[in-house]
């Protein structure tokens, strides 16, 4: 009897993948849905502990992992951490042709009446502005000139209010219209695109559906919450040949939460 035809993934060997906050959460997934696609990959985190541990978990999920994966530990908001992680990965793998910008930051909750606005500027510096940091330096130190591919990590949240998380949806929003501008004004050498996940099972959004996460998947279509692999397909697709006449989007992941008309 015929096997049903499976669709073949994309693949990336050849290309150099960037993927900034990627050592746990939906920045690993991220990174190693990239590399199980031959892509080489390169992630930065804050910790370096953390970065080396993420290091060594991707090289142990491909033959030739300890060749194609690179870890460099930095912060995405100090400059110099930027500039070492975008040539740092020029100077390992010649090439930077996907940048995956997926660090973001959450520290307000609540009323915006009594948040901290240092804590508030800290949220858009991180999740907006060093964003925008990063795809300069591509643009500028390979990208301008060779063309490639940006996918920028949003949020249901910057696309509908929350109340709980307003900070954090707004700079979301703000990361959605940049990507758009970027879109217009980088083609058609390099696509820019955006991923709004909704919930998604990792130790970031923990406050969230910790104790009440049946009660969060009965408002979605799916009846589940999404994990780090339904958001890294998406990136993929989008960082692939596959899009190659879709820029200025953000898609959503989100089990069909705003098909229902609410984030609650």
């Known amino acids: 009897m015929s096997q049903p035809n499976t669709p073949a993934r994309t693949d990336f060997t050849g290309k150099t993948a960037l993927v900034t906050g990627a050592s746990r959460g939906i920045g690993l997934g991220i990174a190693e849905e990239l590399l199980g696609r031959g892509a080489n990959v390169v992630i930065t985190s804050r910790k370096a502990e953390q970065v080396e541990a993420a290091v060594r978990h991707l090289a142990g999920t491909v033959e030739d992992g300890d060749k194609r994966v690179l870890g460099l530990p930095g912060n995405t908001g100090v400059d110099v951490d930027r500039e070492g992680a975008v040539d740092g990965t020029l100077a390992r793998f010649g090439s930077l042709d996907v940048l995956v910008n997926n660090t973001g930051i959450n520290p307000v909750f ?15 510096d991180t999740n907006v502005v060093a964003t925008l940091g990063f ?17 920028n990590i949003a949020s249901v949240g910057g696309i509908r209010s929350t109340g709980a998380i307003a900070a954090y949806g707004a700079s979301k ?7 758009e501008e970027l879109a217009w004004q980088l083609g058609p050498k390099v696509r820019v695109n955006a991923v709004a996940p909704a919930v998604v099972k990792t130790k970031f959004a923990e406050q969230i559906y910790t104790g009440r996460e049946d009660d969060i998947t009965s408002a979605y279509p799916m009846k589940r919450l999404g994990t780090p692999e339904d958001v ?33």
């Open 110 to 124: 609540g009323f915006l009446m009594d948040a901290d606005l240092n804590a508030v500027k800290k949220i858009f």
């Open 135 to 151: 795809i300069q330096l591509a643009w500028h130190r390979w990208m301008g000139e060779h063309g490639g591919t940006v996918v």
């Open 173 to 179: 929003a703000a990361l959605i219209r940049l990507t």
């Open 232 to 264: 890294a397909r998406l990136v993929a697709f989008l960082a692939s040949d596959e899009a190659d006449w879709i820029t200025g989007e953000t898609v959503r992941v989100d089990g069909g939460l705003l098909a229902t008309g609410t984030l609650g």
